[in-house]
Every structure is written in C-alpha cells, then in structure tokens.
C-alpha cells in the first residue's frame, strides 16, 4: 500500500488558489484602472460639450444635457484622486512606490478641481437661479471655462499617456482578470453615467424657461 497522501497533496487546486497573494492588495492598480476609465469617459464626454460650444445659441438643449451627464462621472474621478493622494501623503507603502504624477501636474490638480467644480456648478446654477442673478453667474461660467481650458489642456496632456494604457484594462477580456474588482469598477463608471443622464433629463425641462428670462446672446 502506498502512503497516505498529505492535505496538500489531496487538494492541490485548494491549496494553490489558497496560497496565490493578492496581486494588488492595497488597491493602488484598482485605483489607477478606475480613474483612468472615468478620465476617458469624461474626455468623450467633453469633446461633445466643446462640440456644442462653438454653436450654443442652437445647441443649448444639448450644452446643458451633456453638461448634467458630466457631473457624476467628474464626481467619481475626484473622489478616486483624491483617495491617492491621501494614501500617498499619509504614508502608504504601495502608493509611496508607485510616486506621485510630476511637480507641475501635482500643483496644477488642485485648480483643474476647483475650476472643474466651480463651472460646472455655475451652470447649474445659472438654470436655477432668478434673472436678478443670471449676468454674474453667466460671467462666472465664462470666466471659470476660459481658466479651466487651459489648466485642462496641460492636465490631459500630462496623464494622456497613462490614461489610453490603463483605461481599457477593465474591458478587456486578456487584462480585465488581472486585477480583482473590475466589475465593480465598471458598474461605478456606468451607473454615474447612468445617473448623469436622468440629471440631464430633468433639466432640460429649465432650458425653455431659462431661455424665457434672459436674454441669452451666445456662451
């Protein structure tokens, strides 16, 4: 008779998928694929807003339909980069290792979050508020998208690179295993889209109104 076989030895499959590490446990990859996916959806997203721009007067029902669509996802992108550069700044190993983005990059972020912020909630103010407000808060909109645009600019161009490699690692059959979670993050980026559209619904009912009360003369 030959000898007993151990637990290991009768349970290989258990015992190896008990000993494989986790290949990202503190998250910092999870963290990078979510942003990254969340920036290519917002800069789709974007490039139709400028879209609408050069034609506003005609294409306001649509400025401010994609204007609404964008806030969740931008929502959901500030709080990812945030959470890294929390972790970085309290010290985790993990995202210590992995480095903050360049000094330029790093003392633009905050003004591409404040300036992201404030247009797109002048905009939404703009629909909601009485006429008494409309020309300070259409200023407010204007001045903050001419400051955003160009602190924009650098930014994408600065994480562009990152962004087309890391972005599609979710949706990908070949990658999308590699790190768990990637349901989960597909799920946040499309139920904030998802979100976003039943905003831009309901406010396109306070374009007509809006356009009633002022006299609108392009953006």
């Known amino acids: 008779m ?17 000993s494989s590490p986790d290949p990202d446990p503190d998250g910092v990859e999870s963290n990078a694929r979510l942003t990254a996916a969340t920036a290519a959806a917002l800069l789709v997203l974007l490039a139709a807003e400028g879209i609408t721009i050069l034609r506003v007067r005609h294409l306001l029902s649509a400025h401010v339909f994609i204007g609404m669509v964008l806030v969740p996802p931008v929502l959901v992108k500030i709080a990812s980069t945030s959470y890294r550069m929390v972790r970085y700044y309290m010290g985790a190993p993990a995202y210590r290792r992995k480095g903050p983005p360049s000094a330029l990059l790093r003392l633009l972020g905050p003004f591409v979050v404040v300036l992201t912020v404030v247009v797109l909630a002048s905009g939404v103010a703009l629909l909601l508020a009485g006429p008494a407000w409309q020309r300070s808060l259409l200023l407010l909109h204007k001045a903050s998208f001419v400051l955003w645009f160009g ?9 562009i690179a990152d962004t087309a490699s890391l972005a599609p690692r979710d949706w990908v059959r070949r990658t999308r295993r590699e790190v768990s979670g990637a349901g989960l993050r597909r799920w946040t980026i499309a139920s904030s889209l998802a979100v976003g559209v039943l905003l831009g619904v309901l406010f396109l009912g306070r374009v007509g109104p809006w356009l009633a009360s002022t006299s609108f003369g392009g953006h």
């Open 2 to 18: 030959g000898s007993t076989p151990s637990q290991g030895d009768t349970q290989p499959g258990r015992s190896d998928r008990g």
């Open 151 to 159: 602190a924009m600019t650098i930014h994408v161009l600065g994480h």
